[in-house]
């Protein structure tokens, strides 16, 4: 059973940043790609950056490209989420995901960021 734990939210001002920190355990294989999600107040889970395995492919939601930087350590087991030039629509719960073949199956349980204006 795959664990996956966040951390480093927090509370910040417009256009400062933040960086997200996940650590992942239990893996029974090595090829997982790992990311990103955010859930604002009455909105759905989106997606916001994955990473493969070999951390050589990214990608990024639209409003977050430019800004977020999504980097791993397969030594650590680490995923991290670099965040900068925060907007206040960026506040939401950030969860970190586990994909093992075609779909996010592990979850973690969520850090909170929120960006004043």
């Known amino acids: 059973q795959v664990q996956l734990v966040e951390s480093g939210g927090g509370l910040v001002q417009a256009g400062g940043s933040l960086r997200l920190s996940c650590a992942a355990s239990?893996?029974?294989?090595?090829?997982?790609?790992m990311g990103w999600f955010r859930q604002a107040p009455g909105k759905e889970r989106e997606f916001v950056a994955a990473?493969?395995?070999?951390?050589?492919?990214?990608n990024y939601e639209d409003s977050v490209r430019g800004r977020f930087t999504i980097s791993r350590d397969n030594a650590k087991d680490t995923v991290d989420l670099q965040m900068n030039n925060l907007k206040p629509e960026d506040t939401a719960v950030y969860y970190c995901?586990?994909?093992?073949?075609?779909?996010?199956?592990?979850w973690g349980q969520g850090t909170q960021v929120t960006v004043s204006s």
């Open positions: 995901a586990d994909r093992p073949a075609a779909s996010w199956d592990y």
């Open positions: 239990g893996r029974t294989s090595s090829s997982h790609a």
């Open positions: 990473i493969t395995w070999s951390g050589t492919g990214t």
